[in-house]
């Protein structure tokens, strides 16, 4: 018989299984009642500092962890486990994001159950982890002074995937040209509303805030758990 | 940074691909047809260069990758209107200035047909 060449319609979107893969692990939390948080950031925009800060006034109610994600070393690991907060390092292995699964092992890893509130310290990079939905319940995106405020135009899915934006560094404001009214305006374009907190993780600035909202979200995700 | 990222995309599309194939008891594939939104930050040069190295040793082998780009597309939150959003316009609606949309399109890469050939 002649060999025949068929045409199957497939149309399925690649991201189709991790998409499932985070709806899954997001139920799976609810049921444990822990509130797990993605924050990125492109390299050095401060992300662990900016954590150790806020992990500081949030473990006086709540038992908080931090997983760190990098494409290799375990520094950041380090810091928090000198900090005293409960951490483990996941390794990307060279991918430069974290997809749905790899999320998932870390949870088990570092026991999520035991925990009300959960950070994923995502790989450094303003571009692929906005594309994977990691399972979190709020992504957190930190852009620091240093970097300028025209980056939500450059990296718009990042700040369009973002529930709140966090503009750390700001006690280095009066040595860059860069300007909180420019940059609220160009986060607002992409995400209409979304709360905005100027910080300096390190003098402290604005963590408090930071930290009270992250609380207030606790709770109200709490109170919907029915834990 | 592109490189590895333009990996993970070709074995997701890869796999389903296999997959597709497989369950339909397929003897070859002669080609498959990728689907890429311009708003993904995937470059199909990328895909193409790996397509080869990521099929070696499956029902893929030798079979052709063809990759269409997706325009992006957007309905505006206030008014409606489906527009394509550019820079001219600060990505807003043209039609009201609008800065909340939903985009419909362009934002996926979707593995659209798998050619197979069945003996």
């Known amino acids: 018989m002649r060999d025949q060449v068929r045409i199957l319609e497939v149309k399925k979107t690649i991201l189709e299984d991790n998409d499932a893969d985070a709806a899954v692990l997001k139920e799976h939390l609810k049921e444990e009642g822990t509130f797990y948080i993605n924050v990125m950031s492109s390299p050095g925009a401060g992300k662990t500092s900016t954590l150790l800060k806020v992990t500081g006034i949030l473990q006086e109610d709540l038992k908080v962890g931090v997983m760190e994600a990098d494409i290799d070393s375990d520094v950041d690991a380090v810091t928090m486990e000198e900090h005293g907060i409960p951490s483990v390092q996941l390794h990307t292995c060279g991918m430069c994001h974290l997809d749905a699964d790899m999320s998932r092992q870390g949870l088990r890893l570092i026991g999520s159950q035991n925990f009300d509130v959960i950070f994923l310290e995502n790989v450094g990079n303003l571009v692929c982890p906005a594309e994977f939905d990691t399972g979190a319940h709020m992504n957190l995106v930190i852009l620091s002074v240093p970097e300028g405020d025209d980056k939500p135009l450059k990296y718009p899915l990042m700040f369009e995937k973002a529930d709140a934006v966090v503009i750390n560094k700001i006690d280095a404001a009066p040595a860059f040209d860069f300007s909180l009214d420019r940059v609220q305006k160009h986060i607002h374009a992409r995400h209409a509303g979304i709360p905005i907190f100027p910080v300096s993780a390190r003098t402290g600035e604005g963590i408090e805030a930071l930290a009270e909202f992250i609380f207030r979200e606790y709770i109200s995700y709490e109170g919907g758990c029915g834990k | 940074m592109t490189s590895m990222h333009e990996m993970s995309t ?40 790996y397509y080869p190295a990521a099929t070696k040793g499956t029902i893929l082998e030798g079979s052709t990758l063809t990759v269409e780009k997706v325009p992006v597309k957007a309905e505006c939150a206030d008014c409606g209107t489906v527009f394509h959003p550019d820079r001219e316009h600060d990505y807003k609606c043209p039609a009201c200035g609008g800065v909340r949309a939903h985009v419909l399109a362009g934002r996926s890469v979707n593995l659209r047909e798998v050619r197979v050939i069945k003996s």
Not at chain 2, 12 to 39: D, H, P, W, Y
């Open chain 2, 10 to 49: 070709v074995l997701r599309f890869c796999n389903l691909a296999i997959e597709t194939a497989t369950e339909q008891k397929a003897r070859g594939v002669e080609e498959i047809v990728v689907e890429v939104g311009e708003m993904t930050d995937i470059l199909p040069a990328y895909l193409y260069k």
